[in-house]
């Protein structure tokens, strides 16, 4: 319990110092957002008035005081480029991006630990080399090429799969409750919506998750690899258990840990791997709306879409060390 | 002290013919010396990489333009050659920053330990919890985009794995039997950092550093995509594929060369990595 | 293996499943009635910031913003010289002692609400905008001179307007065709009114308007659903329901428009277009723009480009028909004057035919045979045309560098440029422009006056002749006299100024060729009520 209370105020100390670079980053920007907001045609009073409103010409100390009063209040700002309330942006654009990134962690899951599982099992004869050869590849192929690929290939050519965006044209979006379709779809008791939503995350879902895919095939097939040269795993063997069990009973629990080690740090590389994702594949989620803020020198957005990518992290993190305590052997043999 | 000299000097020689034996590091290790070759040599056996000829834009690929042209006309062959230099240029160098960086970091937090250790790790605990790209995008739009600054950014994002992995290493050496030894012959707190605990720290640098030079080229090529990086015509093999990418329909080896590019430098470092670590680390793989 | 079969036949089943469950739902008619009946735009939408008439001044919230909303006068299809009626069925305009006074009777007209339109919305429409400051506010204050005070109601069905002798009263009915001008339920925007923004929030998402069409809802990000307005004076008889889909990349819009996911693609690059016109599947439409894409040369006192034979040795060098007949595959007009083809004013004449040894000869007059290495300043992204910016900026560095100028280009995100621009701190910079109103006005004043602040301000450009010249021709009145003085600020420009007009760019639009009735005009207005679908 003071674990999980120590962690609780790491991650609010956390949370504070990623406001703070966010903060230093966006404010070192020498260029002026008001300029970003009005166009280019606006004249010199529109910009000042959009400064003064925004009070954007007060000191940069008084204006982190007012942001953090704000932000303890559960209020992020207004964004400059949109005139919406951070908080309600972020509520419109981070389901789209955490949908798509809970499934590509299930596809990478899906994939990587049964690849893993199995090149190490066959280590060193054919299956091992085709789990390797596709750890290796995934691991080094720019995502958005393969994703500018996969739209190619299994969209425009065979017509496999849909295209961009969450949803087809014709299929209107169900009534939000989540925000993310396929939870909204079943409550709204649409099997078509469904269905159509889970067939557009196919193609992002599985490039974004192709790198941790192959990430978190190594990392099974090596930890796995460790495990079974293990004293009582050799033990276990010669006992006569088949190595199918010797997997199933021991060696996955062991290895356990260090895959889901690299699980917590996938959620937070696959946020930010969002990014690129989503620009190719439309997708309407806090990668785009990330990009937009930062090319209109959006500060307070970029500082929300910051926050919320490092309490996502945090989050993740600390589930990963409490999913720790239920693997250990250590702890849950004694 | 003269013990642990020998020591690592053996390691060293059991290591590289461990390391030949171990086939993916040493495809890792030839197609490397291959790229740095090409990097090094193909911008004398080529022309400008610059050089326009709109009466053959977009060119599939031919005796006269090996892998086709691009949107410009420009010699697709020619661009992914000279960015070669660009690519390996900055892996290599964003991941020395962030290894001397990380490793200065880390190795204060492990020996002063105390309040010095606790600050430090508190930061790269910040560091890892921002959102690289994000972070990455920030600094890029902050200093304008360069490549200098693309570098700058991806170094500032991967300096804090550094200073995990040496703040590890001190800790689990200085107990040991050698470092205590030189501690107790009077050595000094700097001498005992840099004549023992850093160079045994060097294998898992090396395999860090290896699979980092690959990640550095990917996050800069992922910059140089979103139009955060080098600066037109500069042959940054991200920027090209981005650029080239609006074509893919018409030119598909336009996009296709350069993204094969970054493909195949980036799985020659992390081949590099795996065989490293397999040779550090016997128990693990093989 | 046997259990990786049942499996696949399980979703196999579960498909078939949901299909049949589908096709219960919806019968197959009525499934094929809604395709005919609906309009899918696939394009980038990514500057839609909000829908409020008053306040969007982005083209796609413009775009959207001219379907849900009457203006009281507006251009019809691509005729932008003849003002037609809309709201009002009428108007007069009578010279007054301070200035002029116009006059509008307005037509019977119902919003979406069901409520008329009276003479009290447009007003509330007006000064709604002039006391929020919007971004397009400077229209209706700093061009046409009104004030809150300006507007009067004599009845319900008249609304007078009163502009002082600064104000030209043709510039300021061609203005009011703007979205700027769009006529609110003003009952409607008081009931949704928050802490006195006049109801902005709420319009941002919702429609209150008059025209064919009304917001059904808008998915940032995701696509925008317009319905049909019932009440609508302006008819939609073929469409009923037109969506707006975000897709920033054009490969996502080429690859949707081919497998028929949407009807009308928004972006193509010039090569895909080029592509498209062979395809009997699509009608590839070239559509006219004011728009101008341009060098601005800092000509400021101690810049690269303060001698005058220097900005002219550039014009010279630059390979206009390269860029166009290349990069832009045929989608831009060559020009060389700062009034664009299509509006009264405009100049077809080429001063500059490309001419390298010329340009050569002026940069060794003008001292700089040994050339000089200068920042090149260029947006990130697309340009006008369809042209990748970066493409346009290499192809144009390549140019330059033929007479001795080493351009280094700096790509910056918009905002950047722009700021960096507004200083007075690009030496040289590739950007576009387009008239705030179809005038020759909405270029000679930015473009001519340094005091202005606009362009020539910009780019340190002070020449007290243009100044006059542009400020002469603004208010004029008398047509003949007009052209006249227009002819002599182009003719100044194009020796002196601090411009090189690349091109005056087409909009690519494909659309599949079932579709009929699509027209898009120079302002960028498309009236979706006019199109059908096969």
């Known amino acids: 319990m003071t674990y999980i209370l120590r962690r609780l105020a790491l991650m609010v100390l956390v949370l504070w110092g990623v406001t703070l670079g966010a903060f230093l980053i966006s404010h070192a920007l020498p260029s002026d957002p008001a300029a970003a907001a009005m166009g280019n045609n606006a004249r010199e009073e529109q910009l000042a008035d959009f400064r003064e409103r925004n009070g954007l010409n007060k000191p940069l100390a008084t204006q982190y005081v007012i942001y953090m009063g704000q932000l303890l209040r559960g209020d992020m700002g207004t964004s400059l480029r949109t005139q919406n309330g951070i908080v309600n942006d972020l509520r419109a654009f981070f389901p789209a991006t955490l949908e798509l990134t809970l499934v590509a962690v299930v596809f990478a899951v899906l994939i990587g630990l049964p690849l893993g599982v199995i090149a190490a099992l066959y280590q060193g004869r054919p299956p091992d080399l085709l789990a390797r050869t596709f750890a290796l590849l995934g691991g080094a192929t720019p995502v958005y090429w393969l994703a500018i690929l996969a739209l190619t290939l299994f969209h425009e050519r065979l017509g496999w799969l849909p295209g961009p965006g969450r949803l087809d044209v014709y299929s209107l979006a169900p009534p939000t409750h989540t925000g993310l379709v396929l939870i909204d779809s079943l409550l709204a008791r649409d099997p078509a919506v469904f269905w159509d939503g889970l067939r557009h995350l196919i193609l992002p879902a599985l490039v974004l998750g192709a790198y941790s895919a192959a990430l978190l095939t190594r990392m099974t097939r090596s930890a796995l690899l460790e495990v079974l040269s293990q004293d009582y795993i050799r033990t276990a063997r010669s006992k006569g258990l088949t190595p199918a069990r010797v997997i199933g009973k021991h060696a996955v629990r062991n290895a356990a840990l260090p895959v889901l080690t690299v699980l917590g740090s996938l959620f937070g590389s696959l946020l930010t791997g969002a990014v690129l994702t989503e620009t190719i594949f439309s997708w309407p989620g806090i990668g785009g709306y990330a990009t937009t803020s930062a090319i209109s020198l959006d500060f307070p957005a970029v500082m929300g879409v910051t926050l919320i990518a490092g309490l996502a992290y945090s989050v993740v993190n600390l589930l990963v060390d409490l999913a720790y305590g239920f693997f250990d052997p250590r702890i849950s043999f004694s | 002290m003269t013990a642990a000299l020998v020591a690592e000097r053996g390691t060293g020689s059991a290591v590289w013919r461990r390391f030949r034996r171990n086939s993916g590091a040493m495809i890792g290790l030839m197609l490397l010396v291959l790229l740095v070759l090409l990097a090094v040599l193909g911008p004398l056996l080529v022309g400008s990489p610059s050089t326009q000829d709109l009466a053959v834009r977009l060119a599939p690929p031919s005796a006269a333009h090996l892998l086709g042209t691009d949107q410009l006309g420009r010699d697709v062959l020619t661009r992914v050659l000279s960015g070669a230099r660009i690519s390996l240029g900055i892996g290599v160098s964003v991941m020395l920053a962030s290894l001397l960086v990380g490793s200065a970091a880390g190795l204060i937090a492990g020996l002063l330990g105390g309040w010095w250790d606790e600050v430090i790790m508190r930061v790269t605990d910040i560091f890892l919890a921002f959102p690289g790209l994000i972070l990455a995008m920030a600094i890029s739009a902050a200093l304008g985009p360069s490549l200098t600054n693309v570098m700058i950014a991806v170094a500032v994002v991967s300096w804090p794995t550094y200073a995990r992995l040496i703040r590890a290493q001190v800790l689990a050496l200085r107990e040991r039997e050698f470092v205590e030894a030189a501690r107790a012959l009077g050595s000094s707190q700097s001498r005992v950092a840099f004549r023992h605990l850093l160079p045994n720290s060097l294998a898992p640098l090396l395999v860090q550093g290896s699979f980092d030079v690959g990640n550095a080229i990917l996050t800069a090529a992922g910059l140089g995509f979103i139009g955060f990086g080098a600066q037109p015509p500069t042959p940054e093999w991200g920027a090209m594929v981005s650029e080239t990418r609006n074509y893919i329909a018409q030119a598909p080896w336009a996009s296709s060369a350069p993204a094969l590019a970054i493909l195949v430098t980036v799985l020659a470092f992390n081949l590099l990595g795996d065989g490293l670590r397999d040779v550090f680390d016997p128990r693990k793989g093989v | 293996m046997s259990q990786q079969t049942a499996s696949a036949q399980k979703i196999h089943s579960f498909s078939r499943g949901l299909a049949l469950a589908l ?212 008819k939609s008889p073929n469409i009923k329901r037109v969506i707006l889909r975000y897709m920033t990349e054009s490969a996502a819009q080429q690859s949707s428009l081919n497998s028929g996911e949407i009807d009308v693609a928004w972006n193509y690059t010039p090569d895909a277009f080029k592509a498209a016109q062979s395809n009997p599947k699509f009608k590839a439409l070239k559509t006219d723009t004011f728009m101008l894409s341009y060098l601005g040369m800092n000509s400021a006192k101690g810049m690269p480009f303060e001698d005058a034979r220097v900005r002219e040795a550039v014009r010279y060098a630059v390979d206009q028909d390269g860029i166009i007949d290349s990069l832009l595959q045929g989608l831009g007009r060559k020009t060389q004057t700062i009034v664009p083809i299509g509006l009264t004013g405009s100049d077809p004449k080429i001063y500059y035919p490309s001419n390298i040894a010329k340009a050569k000869e002026l940069m060794k007059a003008a001292g700089k045979a040994d050339g000089f290495s200068v920042d090149f300043l260029v947006s990130t992204g697309s340009c006008s045309g369809g042209v990748p910016c970066q493409d346009l900026a290499a192809k144009i560095q390549a140019d330059l560098a033929k007479i001795g100028i080493k351009a280094n280009i700096k790509q910056m995100v918009n905002s950047e440029l722009y700021t960096t621009y507004r200083a007075q701190k690009a030496p040289l910079i590739q950007a576009d422009w387009s008239p705030d109103y179809p005038d020759a006005d909405g270029n000679g004043t930015p473009l001519s006056d340094y005091a202005a602040k606009s362009l020539a301000w910009r780019n340190g450009w002070n020449n007290p002749q243009a100044s006059k010249l542009a400020q002469t021709a603004a208010i004029e009145t008398n047509a003949a006299k007009r052209l006249a003085q227009y002819g002599q600020l182009t003719a100044l420009l194009a020796k002196d100024g601090p411009f090189a007009i690349l091109y005056q760019p087409y909009k690519p639009v494909v659309i599949q060729a079932g579709v009929s009735g699509f027209s898009r005009n120079a302002n960028g207005d498309v009236q979706f009520e006019k199109i059908s679908k096969k």
């Open chain 3, 23 to 234: 096709s219960l739902g919806l019968s197959l008619a009525s499934a094929q009635n809604a395709r005919q009946s609906t309009l899918v735009i696939g394009g980038d939408f990514s500057d839609l910031i909000t829908l409020d008439p008053g306040v969007s001044y982005e083209f796609s919230g413009s775009l959207v913003a001219g379907n849900l909303y009457d203006t009281l006068v507006i251009y019809e299809g691509n005729d932008l010289k003849t003002l037609k009626p809309r709201l009002a069925s009428s108007w007069t305009v009578t010279p007054t002692a301070t200035g002029s006074r116009i006059t509008f009777k307005l037509r019977d007209a119902k919003f979406s609400t069901g409520r008329p339109v009276t003479a009290a919305d447009v007003i509330y429409s007006l000064t709604r905008v002039i006391a929020l400051k919007t971004p397009s506010s400077f229209l209706l204050t700093d061009v046409a001179n009104i004030t809150a005070k300006s507007l009067s109601a004599p009845d319900a069905k008249t609304v007078v307007m009163d502009i002082p002798k600064t104000a030209n009263p043709n510039i300021v009915l061609a203005l009011l065709t703007f979205n700027v001008a769009g006529v609110v339920d003003a009952t409607e925007a008081k009931a949704h009114e928050v802490k006195g923004d006049f109801g902005t929030a709420w319009l941002k998402d919702h429609s209150a308007g008059s025209g064919p069409f009304v917001l059904n809802r808008w998915d940032r990000s995701a696509q925008v659903a317009l319905d049909v307005n019932p009440n609508a004076f302006r």
